[in-house]
């Protein structure tokens, strides 16, 4: 059975940062292609960044240059480090199989304020 499990998500000012890390169980890891998505109060689940198994990363324009997307295939996990953080970076935060979508984790809460 898959399992996706999100975790890091916390309460920081603008300016900082975060790592979110998300373990997946259930799937051949290291040949997925992993991403992380968001979803913001009121709004649809977003794209921000993904990975390939051979490490090429691609995200979305409104967090390049700030975030990276990485991965560990030894513990099946991939991370998500956020800097520069900005208010409009707050939502909740997922990571999933970006070819083959699995059943959604229950996320990770990033709010950045001050």
């Known amino acids: 059975q898959v399992q996706l499990v999100e975790s890091g998500g916390g309460l920081v000012q603008p300016g900082g940062s975060l790592r979110l890390s998300c373990v997946a169980s259930?799937?051949?890891?290291?040949?997925?292609?992993m991403a992380w998505y968001r979803q913001a109060p009121g709004k649809q689940r977003e794209l921000v960044a993904g990975?390939?198994?051979?490490?090429?990363?691609n995200y979305a324009d409104s967090v390049k240059g700030r975030f990276t997307i990485s991965r560990d295939n030894a513990k099946n996990t991939v991370y998500l480090q956020m800097n520069s953080l900005k208010p409009e970076d707050t939502a909740v935060y997922y990571c999933?199989?970006?070819?083959?979508?699995?059943?959604w984790g229950q996320g990770t809460q990033v709010t950045v304020s001050s």
């Open positions: 990975i390939t198994r051979g490490g090429f990363t």
């Open positions: 259930g799937i051949i890891f290291n040949i997925t292609t």
């Open positions: 999933n199989d970006l070819k083959n979508p699995k059943t």
